[in-house]
């Protein structure tokens, strides 16, 4: 039997025997399921408009229902409740630590004029010979080319464009009238949760438009381990590198129409992001990752023709990547450390999300780990977690009498509160006192304090009144201990490296901070609650999305993209996992600031300390 | 506030500072599964934990610690006016400083301790348990009566400090202070408690304030509960003697590490000890 389901604008059909989450994940909703469709999650609650759904007890035809475990019982009119709605991720702004890059693109348009003389030689040896003249060495021709080899020299005089990869394949002819004004390529980060494309300019660096969206794999699973474990039924594997590569091209169409060029036009992208999502995208199992220590399945991506994989620029064009350090270092971190600006050692790449990597970069090596924070800093497995996008507390301010003020991303109500709002959330409670060293709510000390109907305290940040959805807004002692383990994983990464390298915090030149978290973030207040060591607060720097910059990087400055290589050599992976001093370090730093306080300045101490004792 | 602990153990450092203790520990009730080989030397004591008490002169012993044992739920359930009347007896039938150890029960616990805490102002008693979930409870009331506490934490050189931070935070003067990191038996992870003693020592001799408190081990009850130490196999050797080198063997080791105060029971373990610390440190 089939039913008609309209939702957030747009209709269409459902079977009776089919939930609704995997009705909407076919047709493109970016429902987010952190659990991966257990029910366990709740993350993917829709509200009954109008019409029966069975929830897998019982007949409802009002209120909130899971999507995983629902199946329309009669047509459907249905909601997303305002906490769910779509991330719009170009909310994310960036701060640009800008890198100086010697232009050498990977892609060229090479003018040739084959002087109009007949020869005995083949025109193919011709050319090769131009290009010799040249000081190029084509090694290979492809054979759309030649294809159209002949057809092009007679119609354009023996004068035309020649697009060159590497300086040695010789992969298309494109007519020398129509002269191009840009020379668009492709960036793309492919994120756990979003992804990131940028179209620039071959020539100048210069970026032509962008583009962001819910990487479509999340209702396969939020984090990486569901879906890799999704991922162990080939027919899973197979759909989830469909649907990326699905969108992927839905948004290369759509921002090169919107410039009015051709996707034909462009004959590169790079693609950065984390060991999984490159081995979802180039459809290779990733299985290993999951099992033993850091084992990869592909170490280092190909480079393939764009035609072989389905991805929508001109067939002709090549699609790569960079190589992976191991199964958590992957190549956006190593894209990361192509962006960064010239560097002064030793330097710090934090690059803040679920994976947390780490990077210290000293006597010319990388010493490198994956912290695994967990999905806190990005909103999840926080009661009222959200993606930094409209509704999200990104700031706030206790303040006297029990008055709290905050800032709400592209709305006036909150609907939840981002990894941003929780560092501040945490450093405000821990300053009036409201919690203690250990991040434990302290009885009595505020009116916001409460115990909820979980049997634990929590601290409402804001009442249902003035909320966007239908209750109060609170965080609750889980969140905090949840953020705890989280900030504690990143700063014993950050230690341990610095242990290994025989390194003091205050040698440390610089600090650069990577990933979506970075752009709101209050240096100030992060070290207060030793989520960074306490340095200088100018050596902080910003690098915005550093994965896609690094990319981008990669494709002007062929000197750089064979850089890479040589990084990856030079990078010494860590597994934390798995060092014996590791765990002493974590446990340490589950303390506010750290359990060793000269780890953190006196002043900082004493600021801390008048909170308690006031209340 | 002055590091009192920068030494370390059986070392003289212009004049010692403070000596290793023996507690003899005492209960306010002999369980059914008390050892054998002890019931030999004290099972006329249940009940009378005064009487006891006295007996730690014979042995030389340092100090009394009392365990109520009787209190426990699962044993006699003694209320707070019975703990609070086993501690009269044995303040009234000793001169040596005494530990009062509670259940291990939070619940119970936070009832009698700060009870006893109460009551006996001024008398310097040394009361424990403060664990991370119930501390504030016990603090709330220690703080006041002029006695110490002993805070215990498993095995975790940080969770150690955290607590000591969070109880001085309280109110608890940090020369107030004892650690004790749950100890185990030879064989039961006693090399893994040793280190942990060992590395809060070391840190208290680099200055770290908040681990230079005295540090407790009860070697007692962890010997007891090893089958080794009380089993009566022939092959193991004869049971009295393998009883008392277990708890000697164990509390020594303890010492070594940097442990200041050990909690024994067996007279003839004492005994061994004693004449350790006393040659070891008579002639320094």
Same mark, same amino acid.
């Given at each position: 039997m089939n039913y008609s389901v309209k939702i957030e604008g747009k209709s269409f059909k459902i079977n009776h025997d089919t939930t609704l989450m995997?009705?909407? $994940?076919?047709?493109?909703?970016?429902?987010?399921?952190?659990?991966?469709?257990?029910?366990?999650?709740?993350?993917?609650?829709?509200? /009954? *408009?109008?019409?029966?759904?069975c929830d897998g007890h019982s007949l409802k035809d009002n209120g909130k229902i899971l999507a995983c475990k629902s199946y329309a019982k009669s047509d459907l009119v249905l909601r997303i409740p305002p906490q769910m709605s779509h991330y719009d991720p170009s909310i994310v702004k960036e701060f640009l630590a800008q890198k100086k890059i010697k232009l050498d693109p990977l892609i060229k348009v090479i003018s040739l004029e084959l002087k109009g003389q007949e020869s005995s030689k083949a025109l193919r040896q011709r050319i090769i010979k131009e290009f010799d003249k040249k000081g190029i060495g084509i090694s290979e021709i492809s054979s759309e080319a030649l294809?159209?080899?002949?057809?092009?020299?007679?119609?354009?005089?023996?004068?035309?464009?020649?697009?060159? #990869?590497?300086?040695?394949?010789?992969?298309?002819?494109?007519?020398?009238?129509?002269?191009? %004004?840009?020379?668009? %390529?492709?960036?793309?980060?492919?994120?756990?949760?979003?992804?990131?494309?940028?179209?620039?300019?071959? $020539?100048?660096?210069?970026?032509?438009?962008?583009?962001?969206? /819910?990487?479509?794999?999340? =209702? #396969?699973?939020?984090?990486?381990?569901?879906?890799?474990?999704?991922? $162990?039924?080939?027919?899973?594997?197979?759909?989830?590198?469909?649907?990326?590569?699905?969108?992927?091209?839905?948004?290369?169409?759509?921002? *090169? =129409?919107?410039?009015? !060029?051709?996707?034909?036009?462009? #004959? /590169?992208?790079?693609? %950065?992001?984390?060991?999984?999502?490159?081995?979802?995208?180039?459809h290779v199992s990733p299985d290993y990752l999951r099992r033993g220590h850091s084992v990869t399945t592909v170490d280092f991506c190909p480079q393939s023709r764009a035609g072989d994989i389905d991805i929508l620029i001109n067939p002709e064009g090549r699609i790569l990547s960079l190589p992976s350090a191991s199964s958590y270092l992957g190549a956006d971190i190593l894209a990361g450390l192509l962006a960064l600006p010239d560097y002064e050692e030793p330097f710090i790449l934090a690059d803040i999300g679920t994976n947390a990597e780490v990077v210290l970069g000293w006597q010319g090596n990388f010493l490198a780990a994956s912290c695994s924070a967990g999905p806190a800093f990005e909103g999840a497995g926080i009661k009222f977690g959200m993606h930094a996008s409209k509704g999200a507390i990104y700031k706030l301010e206790i303040k006297e009498n029990d008055d709290l003020d905050y800032s709400v991303i592209g709305s006036l109500k909150p609907a939840g509160i981002c990894g941003t709002g929780l560092i501040e959330a945490v450093y405000e409670l821990f300053k009036k006192g409201i919690v203690n060293k250990?991040?434990?709510?302290?009885?009595? *000390?505020?009116?916001?304090?409460?115990?909820?109907?979980?049997?634990?305290?929590?601290?409402?940040?804001?009442?249902?009144?003035?909320?966007?959805?239908?209750?109060? !807004?609170?965080?609750?002692?889980?969140? /905090?201990?949840?953020?705890?383990?989280?900030?504690?994983?990143?700063?014993?990464?950050i230690y341990f490296l610095c242990q290994k390298a025989d390194l003091k915090f205050n040698q440390i030149k610089k600090f650069y901070i990577a990933g979506g978290l970075g752009n709101c973030l209050d240096i100030e207040k992060s070290v207060k609650i030793g989520l960074f060591p306490d340095i200088e607060r100018n050596k902080f720097f910003y690098l915005g999305n550093a994965a896609l910059k690094g990319i981008e990087a990669a494709l002007l400055s062929g000197e750089l993209y064979d850089k890479s290589e040589f990084i990856k050599e030079s990078m010494v992976v860590f597994d934390l996992s798995a060092e014996d001093e590791y765990m002493r370090e974590f446990t340490a730093s589950l303390f506010l600031p750290h359990t060793d306080q000269s780890l953190f300045s006196n002043k900082n101490q004493n600021e801390v300390k008048a909170g308690i004792d006031g209340k | 506030m002055e590091n009192n602990m920068n030494f370390f153990p059986f070392l003289n450092k212009g004049g010692v500072y403070s000596l290793p203790k023996i507690a003899f520990e005492i209960y306010d009730y002999i369980p059914e599964n008390y050892p054998g080989i002890l019931k030999e030397y004290f099972s006329n004591f249940s009940g009378k934990p005064g009487m006891w008490?006295?007996?730690?002169?014979?042995?030389?012993?340092?100090?009394?610690?009392?365990?109520?044992?009787?209190?426990?739920?699962?044993?006699?359930?003694?209320?707070?006016?019975?703990?609070?009347?086993?501690?009269?007896?044995?303040?009234?039938?000793?001169?040596?400083?005494?530990?009062?150890?509670?259940?291990?029960?939070?619940?119970?616990?936070?009832?009698?301790?700060?009870?006893?805490?109460?009551?006996?102002?001024?008398?310097? +008693?040394?009361?424990?348990?403060?664990?991370? &979930?119930?501390?504030?409870?016990?603090?709330?009331?220690?703080?006041?009566?002029?006695?110490?506490?002993? +805070?215990?934490?498993?095995v975790d050189i940080n969770l150690a400090k955290q607590l000591s931070i969070?109880?001085?935070?309280?109110?608890?003067?940090?020369?107030?202070?004892?650690?004790?990191?749950?100890?185990?038996?030879?064989?039961?992870?006693? &090399?893994?408690?040793?280190?942990?003693?060992?590395?809060?020592?070391?840190?208290?001799?680099?200055?770290?304030?908040?681990?230079?408190?005295?540090? +407790?081990?009860?070697?007692?009850?962890?010997?007891?509960k090893a089958k080794e130490a009380t089993a009566d196999f022939a092959q193991w050797g004869e049971n009295k003697a393998r009883y008392a080198l277990w708890e000697a063997v164990g509390a020594c080791g303890y010492l070594a590490a940097g442990a200041d105060i050990v909690v024994m029971h067996h007279p003839e373990a004492i005994k061994a000890v004693r004449l350790l610390i006393d040659e070891l440190t008579e002639n320094n």
């Amino acid at each position: 039997m089939n039913y008609s389901v309209k939702i957030e604008g747009k209709s269409f059909k459902i079977n009776h025997d089919t939930t609704l989450m995997e009705a909407l $994940r076919e047709r493109g909703f970016p429902l987010v399921l952190n659990c991966g469709g257990l029910g366990v999650c709740r993350k993917c609650l829709l509200e /009954i *408009t109008s019409g029966k759904v069975c929830d897998g007890h019982s007949l409802k035809d009002n209120g909130k229902i899971l999507a995983c475990k629902s199946y329309a019982k009669s047509d459907l009119v249905l909601r997303i409740p305002p906490q769910m709605s779509h991330y719009d991720p170009s909310i994310v702004k960036e701060f640009l630590a800008q890198k100086k890059i010697k232009l050498d693109p990977l892609i060229k348009v090479i003018s040739l004029e084959l002087k109009g003389q007949e020869s005995s030689k083949a025109l193919r040896q011709r050319i090769i010979k131009e290009f010799d003249k040249k000081g190029i060495g084509i090694s290979e021709i492809s054979s759309e080319a030649l294809k159209n080899l002949e057809g092009f020299f007679k119609r354009s005089c023996f004068k035309v464009d020649a697009v060159v #990869y590497k300086n040695k394949f010789l992969i298309d002819f494109i007519e020398n009238k129509s002269k191009r %004004a840009v020379m668009p %390529a492709l960036a793309v980060d492919i994120g756990t949760t979003t992804v990131v494309l940028n179209l620039f300019d071959l $020539r100048s660096g210069r970026l032509l438009a962008d583009d962001a969206f /819910i990487n479509p794999q999340v =209702s #396969y699973g939020a984090d990486i381990i569901t879906r890799i474990l999704s991922a $162990r039924d080939l027919l899973v594997l197979k759909n989830l590198s469909f649907i990326l590569k699905k969108k992927i091209n839905e948004s290369i169409k759509k921002i *090169t =129409s919107c410039l009015k !060029i051709s996707s034909d036009d462009i #004959y /590169i992208a790079g693609i %950065a992001g984390n060991t999984t999502m490159l081995h979802f995208f180039f459809h290779v199992s990733p299985d290993y990752l999951r099992r033993g220590h850091s084992v990869t399945t592909v170490d280092f991506c190909p480079q393939s023709r764009a035609g072989d994989i389905d991805i929508l620029i001109n067939p002709e064009g090549r699609i790569l990547s960079l190589p992976s350090a191991s199964s958590y270092l992957g190549a956006d971190i190593l894209a990361g450390l192509l962006a960064l600006p010239d560097y002064e050692e030793p330097f710090i790449l934090a690059d803040i999300g679920t994976n947390a990597e780490v990077v210290l970069g000293w006597q010319g090596n990388f010493l490198a780990a994956s912290c695994s924070a967990g999905p806190a800093f990005e909103g999840a497995g926080i009661k009222f977690g959200m993606h930094a996008s409209k509704g999200a507390i990104y700031k706030l301010e206790i303040k006297e009498n029990d008055d709290l003020d905050y800032s709400v991303i592209g709305s006036l109500k909150p609907a939840g509160i981002c990894g941003t709002g929780l560092i501040e959330a945490v450093y405000e409670l821990f300053k009036k006192g409201i919690v203690n060293k250990r991040g434990k709510f302290i009885e009595g *000390t505020s009116e916001r304090l409460r115990k909820n109907t979980e049997e634990e305290y929590e601290y409402v940040l804001v009442y249902r009144r003035d909320s966007l959805i239908d209750s109060d !807004i609170s965080v609750t002692q889980s969140d /905090i201990d949840n953020f705890i383990l989280a900030k504690g994983a990143l700063f014993s990464g950050i230690y341990f490296l610095c242990q290994k390298a025989d390194l003091k915090f205050n040698q440390i030149k610089k600090f650069y901070i990577a990933g979506g978290l970075g752009n709101c973030l209050d240096i100030e207040k992060s070290v207060k609650i030793g989520l960074f060591p306490d340095i200088e607060r100018n050596k902080f720097f910003y690098l915005g999305n550093a994965a896609l910059k690094g990319i981008e990087a990669a494709l002007l400055s062929g000197e750089l993209y064979d850089k890479s290589e040589f990084i990856k050599e030079s990078m010494v992976v860590f597994d934390l996992s798995a060092e014996d001093e590791y765990m002493r370090e974590f446990t340490a730093s589950l303390f506010l600031p750290h359990t060793d306080q000269s780890l953190f300045s006196n002043k900082n101490q004493n600021e801390v300390k008048a909170g308690i004792d006031g209340k | 506030m002055e590091n009192n602990m920068n030494f370390f153990p059986f070392l003289n450092k212009g004049g010692v500072y403070s000596l290793p203790k023996i507690a003899f520990e005492i209960y306010d009730y002999i369980p059914e599964n008390y050892p054998g080989i002890l019931k030999e030397y004290f099972s006329n004591f249940s009940g009378k934990p005064g009487m006891w008490a006295g007996a730690a002169r014979e042995f030389k012993a340092d100090m009394v610690c009392l365990k109520l044992i009787g209190c426990h739920p699962d044993e006699r359930d003694f209320g707070t006016a019975q703990a609070v009347n086993s501690v009269k007896d044995v303040l009234e039938n000793t001169d040596l400083p005494v530990i009062v150890i509670g259940t291990g029960i939070s619940q119970k616990d936070n009832e009698i301790l700060p009870a006893i805490a109460n009551h006996f102002k001024g008398q310097n +008693l040394i009361l424990g348990c403060a664990r991370q &979930e119930n501390y504030k409870e016990i603090v709330k009331e220690a703080k006041h009566s002029g006695g110490s506490i002993i +805070l215990e934490v498993p095995v975790d050189i940080n969770l150690a400090k955290q607590l000591s931070i969070l109880i001085s935070e309280e109110g608890m003067p940090l020369d107030k202070i004892v650690i004790y990191n749950t100890s185990a038996a030879l064989g039961y992870g006693f &090399e893994y408690v040793y280190s942990i003693i060992e590395r809060i020592r070391l840190a208290a001799t680099s200055g770290d304030k908040f681990l230079s408190t005295p540090q +407790l081990a009860i070697v007692s009850t962890e010997t007891w509960k090893a089958k080794e130490a009380t089993a009566d196999f022939a092959q193991w050797g004869e049971n009295k003697a393998r009883y008392a080198l277990w708890e000697a063997v164990g509390a020594c080791g303890y010492l070594a590490a940097g442990a200041d105060i050990v909690v024994m029971h067996h007279p003839e373990a004492i005994k061994a000890v004693r004449l350790l610390i006393d040659e070891l440190t008579e002639n320094n």
